[in-house]
C-alpha cells in the first residue's frame, strides 16, 4: 500500500485531496508527527499554511509592527515545511523505491491584483517554492522526485477569513468577476493536479514550479 502524507488535511485543498486520495486508496492520515519517521512515505503534500486572517488567531496581536504575525507566517509557512523535510530525510533518502514530494507555494501573481498584500504571508510561500527547487536540484540523481505548484486565489476558508469575509453578495460577484476566468479556484481542482503528480509517470515533471493560476501569475 502505497502511504501519502498530506500537511493540513482538515480544510481547504488539503482536504480535498484526502478525499480524492480516500477514494483511489492510496491514503493513510497521520496527524502525530511522531510517526513522521515510521513509515517509508510514497508521497508527501505540504499544504499546511497560514493566511493573513487566519494567522490572527495563531499569533498574539497588539504589537506595532504586527511582529508576531510576522513570525508566525514564517515559522508555519516557512519553517514548517523545511522542518518535515528534514525529519522524514532520513526515511526517504535510504528508500530505493520512488518517493514524490509536493509542495504548495500559493500566491505567485497575487502581488499584482492584491496590493497591500501581508508581506510576509507572501515571502513565506515564496520561501516555500524555493526549498523545492533547491530539494529537486539535489535529487535530480535519486528516487525522489520533487514538484511545486503555486495556485492563485482559492475558495478556501483561509482565503475567506483573509479577503472574502464581510463582502456583499454584490461585492462578492464583482470581485469574482475581476479574477481570471472571472472565478475563484476551487479546492477540489488543485487536489485532482496534486492526484496527477502522485502517479509514477509525473518523473519527468521532476523540478517544475507549476503555474496553477489561471493567468494570475503572468500579471505579476
Known sequence: MKKVL???GTQGVGLETVKRLLEQ???EEIEQADFLTEHE???VIFNAALGSGTVKDYAEQGDPLR??????MMTVNALGPLWIYKKIQPVIEAKTE??????????????ACFPKFTLSDGMSKCAVAYLARQ???ENTHTPIDVFCI?????????FYSSTLKGMTPEERAAFDAAQAKKRLIQPSEIAFWLGELLRDESTLMHG????????????A
Open 135 to 137: 530539494l529537486a536540484a
Open 98 to 111: 520512488k518517493t514524490k514530494l509536493i509542495f504548495i507555494s500559493s500566491v505567485g501573481g497575487g502581488i
Open 208 to 219: 517544475a514550479n507549476i503555474d496553477a493560476t489561471m493567468g494570475l501569475y503572468g500579471r
Open 150 to 158: 503555486s495556485p492563485g486565489a482559492i475558495e478556501t476558508p483561509m
Open 67 to 72: 511582529a508576531a504575525n510576522d513570525v508566525a
Open 25 to 27: 486508496g492510496r491514503l
Open 6 to 8: 498530506v500537511t493540513g
Open 41 to 43: 512515505w510514497y508521497g
